[in-house]
T-cell receptor, first 112, second 112 residues
Framework: NAGVTQTPKFQVLKTGQSMTLQCAQD?????MYWYRQDPGMGLRLIYY???????DKGEVPNGYNVSRLNKREFSLRLESAAPSQTSVYFC???????????FGPGTRLTVL | SQQGEEDPQALSIQEGENATMNCSYK?????LQWYRQNSGRGLVHLIL?????REKHSGRLRVTLDTSKKSSSLLITASRAADTASYFC????????????FGTGTRLQVFP
């Protein structure tokens, strides 16, 4: 079992370019999350999906869109990247028991 | 906005010593969780304590929760160099499906 996988691991974009971060899980849980982590800021929730077909905004959704393609996959799209979106992005899967979360390895994104 | 605030922000100790990290939060919670993050990796769930519990143990980890003071502490006994990591608390709301809110973390360095 791979758990939670993310692609790519690293990405460099120029301002204005677009890209999609992919997340997939084989844990058969309903809830999936996208976070960003910046130095000294901890984790901030961008978007989440409580179940297939539903998505909701988190704390910092501006500049992002998401798609819950099916139960396994939850993608995060940057339509027009900005330097402020330089960060490490983590996907997580939440269990039905107190929402204990399992994290992917992260995507380190740099926007020039 | 951050719910949990960890204290201290950074902690350096020698192998064999105990490490104590504290977390304070602002609103009523259903549960509080602690996660570890090794450098460059995703977060890993360590331990969960429910709001009706006061203390919980898991191996060398001891977590306490004081809901009247809205605070929790994580104690790692007999620290090892491999415990070097950042530690985050995360609070869950009244319902199991509520989003987790993460604190800003404590960076622990354990010297051999």
């Amino acid at each position: 079992n791979a758990g939670v996988t993310q692609t790519p691991k690293f990405q460099v974009l120029k301002t204005g370019q677009s890209m999609t971060l992919q997340c997939a899980q084989d844990m058969n849980h309903n809830s999936m999350y996208w976070y960003r982590q910046d130095p000294g800021m901890g984790l901030r929730l961008i978007y989440y999906s409580a179940s297939e077909g539903t998505t909701d905004k988190g704390e910092v959704p501006n500049g992002y869109n998401v798609s819950r393609l099916n139960k396994r996959e939850f993608s995060l799209r940057l339509e027009s990247a900005a330097p402020s979106q330089t960060s490490v992005y983590f996907c997580a899967v939440g269990t039905s028991s107190y929402n204990e979360q399992f994290f992917g390895p992260g995507t380190r994104l740099t926007v020039l | 906005s951050q719910q949990g605030e960890e204290d201290p922000q950074a902690l350096s100790i020698q192998e064999g010593e105990n490490a104590t990290m504290n977390c304070s939060y602002k609103t009523s919670i259903n549960n509080l969780q602690w996660y570890r993050q090794n450098s460059g990796r995703g977060l890993v769930h360590l331990i969960l304590i429910r709001s009706n519990e006061r203390e919980k143990h898991s191996g060398r980890l001891r977590v306490t929760l004081d809901t009247s003071k809205k605070s929790s502490s994580l104690l790692i006994t007999a620290s090892r160099a491999a415990d070097t990591a950042s530690y985050f608390c995360a609070t869950g709301g009244r319902y199991d499906t509520d989003k987790l809110i993460f604190g800003t973390g404590t960076r622990l360095q354990v010297f051999p």
